[in-house]
């Protein structure tokens, strides 16, 4: 069965903008594949961070994961850094990795272009990317297309490493992309890229009513003015929120509705925030019951990372050898 790697940062709790651009897939997949899904507290270290939030962002990570379905009875969850195998092969491969392509990466120029002083873990990152993947010979990861050019380079790094260890057969595959069906999507200012920095989120497990507030405001077609101005749906965020989360008929009166003024751009949010409830009800039930047993979470990674750590050392075992590392 082909084996799929993912990763998130532990930002905290997850937003509806990870969960339609990341996580549903991965639930979806989950299904279908052999899977590993990692909290990658170690690329989230390239920012300055506090132990206390870091720690609580982690775990509160995790519990946002398993509620939102996946389940550790189908799919490998763990921690990055409770399988240190990841660090060691991002030392070898550093080996590898020619200082211009990390320099080249779109993602490194943009965020060091914003640092007065740049750090070397920022270049890197790309790097540890790869040994996330690569460690457990991941033949398939979901990527979004703002990873696009991270995942060529894994590719590249794996090469570089067949060709000089393995030049017989190859070791490692080249992981291919799959491409998250809902690729993008933007934050309620209907502008930027949902993300947490840009303050433009809805939290999954946001209660109902703060969700409300923030979806009240939200921007939607700039031509509907009055209530009476007809609007086009595709410009709107709103409508694709709706795609993203009520049923195909509701969806088609959405669009119906508003390109005939049928209805104010309100009531439009109300009907999504009722979609946002049914499918994220179950969820915020899920995290509470999880919550209450903070010792099941821990269970569930301890056992997460055992799993992962014993593919990681496989791995290593065979990579040592072949590099002559004792
Ligand atoms: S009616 Fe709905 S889809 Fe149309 S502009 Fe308003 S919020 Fe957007």
Redesign the pocket.
Known sequence: MPRIFSGIQPSGELHIGNYLGAVKNWVALQHQYECLFCVVNYHAITVPTDAGGLRERTLEMAISLIAAGLDPERCIIFVQSQVPEHTELNWIFNTVTPLGELERQTQFKDKAQRQESVMAGLLNYPVLQAADILLYRADLVPVGEDQVQHLELSREIARRWNARYAPDAPYFPEPQATLTPTRRVLGLDGQAKMSKSMGNTVGLLEPFDEVWEKLRPAV??PK?VRRTDP???E?????HL?KGFSPPDTVSH??E??RTAG???I???KVLLESLRAELQPMHERAAELRAKPERIREILDDGAGRARAMARETMAEVKARMGLL
Request: proline share 5%.
């Open positions: 939607t077609d509907r609007g086009t749906p410009v709107c965020n709103i409508y709706h959405v669009a509705q508003c209805w104010g751009c009531d439009c949010k």
